[in-house]
């Protein structure tokens, strides 16, 4: 028995027919969700806490709003144990933008800039090598540095009393009493250190600055 081949224009109506019975399976899908949804959010029961987003996602996820508000702070303050002798020191931090670098960051980078300042006048004062800076300072600073000290030696009135380059304070201990930090941006910072040698008292100005993934100190000035 010869089976005859649909016409044009009954297998054009049959695809019509499939397109339309698709298409009701398609949104009667999106009608049960919805109906799901629905039901869902009229529950009295529901809250968003019950499926603990924070704990699926991360508590990264999302951004800085999840960021303790303590690290949130302009200025603050933090007492540390710095040098062989375990003397506690205040570090007076401020940050312009507080995003720019993070609390303890800060703190680190106040307590490299104290580091950098002490081993700076030991080393004026001839107690240690140079080369102590070499992993903290760029060579044309650690240079200036030197030259300045040279300078002073040769130049400085010998009725004036120079605390760094007395005899009577040369085997006293450098011991930071408050270091003043402002992180200016998120590749630099800038301290006041303020430092005592017997009843003395010296300043330090130390900059660090971001080269890649390493902190330099791109200015020392001791007075």
């Known amino acids: 028995?010869?089976?005859?081949?649909?016409?044009?224009?009954?297998?054009?109506?049959?695809?019509?027919?499939?397109?339309?019975?698709?298409?009701?399976?398609?949104?009667?899908?999106?009608?049960?969700?919805?109906?799901?949804?629905?039901?869902?959010?009229?529950?009295?029961?529901?809250?968003?806490?019950?499926?603990?987003?924070?704990?699926?996602?991360?508590?990264?996820?999302?951004?800085?709003?999840?960021?303790?508000?303590?690290?949130?702070e302009h200025v603050f303050e933090v007492i540390q144990k710095v040098g062989m002798y375990g003397g506690r020191t205040k570090f007076h931090i401020m940050r312009c933008v507080p995003d720019d670098l993070p609390k303890q960051e800060s703190v680190r980078l106040s307590v490299l800039s104290c580091t950098i300042a002490c081993l700076s006048v030991d080393i004026m004062r001839g107690r240690l090598s140079p080369r102590l800076l070499d992993r903290y300072m760029l060579p044309e600073v650690e240079k200036k540095l030197l030259v300045t000290e040279a300078f002073m030696q040769k130049y400085a009135g010998k009725d004036k009393f120079d605390l760094i380059d007395s005899h009577e304070t040369k085997n006293f201990p450098v011991i930071p009493r408050l270091v003043n930090t402002m992180v200016v941006n998120p590749n630099k910072c800038e301290s006041i250190v303020i430092l005592a040698i017997g009843n003395g008292l010296c300043c330090a100005t130390v900059v660090v600055s971001r080269f890649e993934d390493r902190w330099m100190c791109t200015h020392c000035d001791i007075s």
């Open 1 to 72: 028995m010869e089976l005859k081949k649909p016409s044009l224009k009954q297998r054009s109506q049959e695809i019509v027919e499939e397109e339309a019975q698709e298409g009701n399976r398609f949104h009667g899908g999106i009608d049960e969700r919805r109906g799901k949804m629905t039901e869902t959010f009229s529950n009295p029961d529901y809250s968003p806490q019950s499926h603990d987003l924070s704990k699926k996602l991360g508590k990264h996820h999302f951004g800085k709003n999840s960021r303790n508000k303590q690290d949130q």
